[in-house]
């Protein structure tokens, strides 16, 4: 594992104190490893205000990743082989793929189905 990538649950587990969600991001960090968010997961979490102080925590030990147009090109055409219209989790998979991050998810099965059609070997930590 080179890294690890978030998904848009691991962000509402972080946001809801999840003790779990909050151990592996500590265990992340005690090896030095800065996750990775990718923007359209920021953009599905964040619905800003005070409510959200603990995600704001998290991500700013975070490298939140921009979606470039040639990314956006390798995702759309992810989401045809996948035959799979939820962008968010086709960047996900992606971006984990292309630096060869575990993920952690609430949403593992959708995950892997992606994973399969781009016939990326990744560990999905479910959270």
Do not use: N
Not at 103 to 108: A, Q
């Amino acid at each position: 594992m080179a890294g690890v990538t978030y998904d848009t649950g691991a962000l509402v587990a972080a946001e809801r104190d999840d003790r779990a969600m909050w151990s592996l991001h500590a265990g992340f960090l005690a090896e030095e490893v800065v996750p990775t968010v990718p923007a359209p997961v920021l953009a599905e979490a964040w619905r800003g205000g005070g409510r959200q102080a603990g995600l704001s925590g998290l991500l700013a030990i975070c490298a939140v990743e921009p979606l470039s147009e040639e990314q956006s090109r390798r995702v759309g055409a992810l989401a045809g082989k996948a035959a799979h219209d939820d962008i968010v989790g086709v960047t996900v998979v992606e971006g984990a793929a292309r630096r060869r991050d575990a993920i952690v998810t609430s949403s593992d099965t959708h995950i892997r189905a992606i994973a399969e059609a781009a016939r990326a070997r990744l560990h999905i930590e479910h959270i």
